[in-house]
């Protein structure tokens, strides 16, 4: 998906541009010759998964955004200040009653999403997340009762397991991880 960079010519105002994509396939967010003023965000479901304040890009660099949708290869390389994240979650019976969050120790959502796709279909998403952070993952059930026997999920932090599993009740956090001393 190109946009015409003509389109983002007025000033001071906001471009949007919606799309609907295959939930199976790999995207990535990214803006060539970024002017330092600009601001980019990324939001999927209404859930921001990135916000270009981070990148703060000098004039005529480019923005780049992580890897997004369950066709993503999992085994990206990250740089050395930041660790890989992969998280899996595998639907049950009833997928729009699961959502899921990663938080850092301020409360901010570094990324999270909610109708992650139909019964039975494993939503697979794999980022690089600052180090010298502190995170936990939660996934939510707002109906209280987890992710049924044909669910369950898994995530990863460099390769290493932080928590996987199935039966919940309404929310489950996991162990914190990243620097949080």
Not at 20 to 35: P, S
Not at 115 to 142: M, Q, S, V
Not at 152 to 165: A, H, K, N
Request: glycine share 10%.
């Amino acid at each position: 998906i190109v946009s015409n960079e003509n389109e983002w010519s007025a000033k001071d105002e906001a471009f949007v541009q919606e799309e609907c994509l295959d939930i199976h396939g790999c995207y990535q967010l990214y803006v060539n010759k970024a002017k330092q003023q600009d601001g980019v965000v990324l939001l999927i479901d209404g859930d921001e998964i990135f916000d270009s304040k981070e990148a703060k890009p000098s004039t005529g660099k480019n923005i780049a955004g992580p890897f997004f949708g369950n066709g993503c290869p999992r085994r990206r390389k990250c740089k050395e200040d930041r660790m890989k994240v992969e998280l899996s979650i595998t639907l049950d019976e009833y997928p729009s009653d699961i959502s899921y969050r990663i938080l850092d120790d301020d409360d901010e959502v570094l990324i999270g999403a909610s109708n992650l796709g139909e019964a039975h279909e494993t939503y697979n998403i794999a980022f690089c997340a600052p180090k010298d952070r502190c995170y936990e993952f939660e996934i939510t059930d707002n109906h209280g009762d987890g992710l049924g026997e044909s669910g369950g999920y898994e995530l990863l932090v460099d390769g290493s397991m932080i928590t996987r599993g199935q039966g919940f009740e309404e929310i489950f956090t996991s162990p914190r991880f990243g620097d949080c001393e």
